[in-house]
């Protein structure tokens, strides 16, 4: 699918020839690179290439409303998009006994992002590991190197009062959570079920493991987020009892005292961290913790704002395209039903503009459109509550709504 128009009107501003604003900062570059603690989008284009993954699910319903947001926003700012599918997850099962064949990986590092909506369901759950939906995500981030996923659970107004907790504890949250993606317990070997010889009981195993230059990396990432947000950072971790996570705070310290002496850095142990987000939530700006934990509190944080079905997120490695997506799953209870909301995409769609595409004003547009939608009073059903005064919508007008915003307002 190919978004294009005739007008050459670029409304993105730049600073030089291949310079462009990100939130990490001015960045000047001619290739396809994200060097050293910075991340680089692409160079600023008239045209690009995107592979979008629709996955299982809800995937194909929320991916086609944000495929006509994205062609509202391409017309009206004069730039094309090319839209690729590929195969991810169980469709990609089904059709090429894969979870994530060589042709998608291939066609991803191609591009130069990719958007995916969601993966996964009980039809694949009883399948060997290898062939599980899951298996497919994590080898995607393996083989691109997707090492620093970001995710924001910031509240809305106008949603402050679809979360379960208090008005006074969730008014103003604005955290930005960033994870790494390719370490830890998920990737560390040796790992398996064996039987013990001795007494014929099976055994599970993983190995919790992760290398200075990988604390580092992450950590540089996590202090540029930091330096562009409030200059605070919150390393989460449990040095008090893993070795692993005593040179994750060994390490983090290092980062930061030598690369970012501004940044107020402060530790915090895992399940403290997991209480204090519901406690007071407003003590953070910035998190950065390894996968497992990771995991566990972005979900965590997500719930702050009341719906998963509004937070973008986004893979990044230090080249090549990032891969951007809604965090919740699936969803095949509703699927094919017409009442996934489809605005966490659609905000995914404005983080690939802004860290991968190089047009952060575009980015704006969208999250306005999505900002003036909840003004409107319209709601999808997970977002929707009696009494409110809104009006319950499906996925297909919320979609066709914010397009209809984006290319008029």
Known sequence: MKFSVASSVLICAVTGTYGFVTP??????????????????VPKSESYSVTILEGDGIGPEISTA??????????????????????????AIDAANSPFPDE???Q?????????????????????????PESGLLKMRKEMGLFANLRPAKVMSQLV????????????????VVRELTGDVYFGAPKGIDTDPVTGERVGYNNMIYSESEVRRIAKVAGDVAMKRGKKLCSVDKANVLDVSQLWRDVTIDVMEKDYPEVDL?????DNAAMQLIRWPKQFDTIVTGNIFGDILSDEASMLVG??????????GLEGPGVFEPIHGSAPDIAGQDVANPLAMILSAAMMLRYDLARPEEADILERAVEAVLDKGIRTADI??????????GCVEMGDTVAEIVATV
């Open 307 to 316: 719906s998963l079905g509004m937070l973008p997120s986004a893979s990044i």
């Open 161 to 176: 009062d679809a979360s379960t907790l208090k008005r006074e504890i969730v008014e103003g949250v604005d955290v930005m």
């Open 108 to 132: 991803c590092r191609s591009s130069d992002s990719v958007l995916l909506a969601c993966i996964g369901g009980p039809k694949w759950d009883g399948n060997p590991r290898e062939l599980r």
């Open 384 to 393: 929707k509550f009696d009494g409110d005064g809104c009006r319950l919508v």
């Open 266 to 270: 402060s530790h915090m142990y895992v």
């Open 104 to 106: 998608s990986l291939a």
């Open 66 to 91: 944000t495929k006509k947001v994205l062609a509202a926003l391409t017309k009206r700012c004069g730039f094309e998009l090319e839209l690729k599918p590929a195969l991810i997850g169980g469709c």
């Open 24 to 41: 990490f900062g001015v960045k000047t570059s001619n290739n396809f690179n994200r060097i050293g603690s910075t991340l680089e989008a």
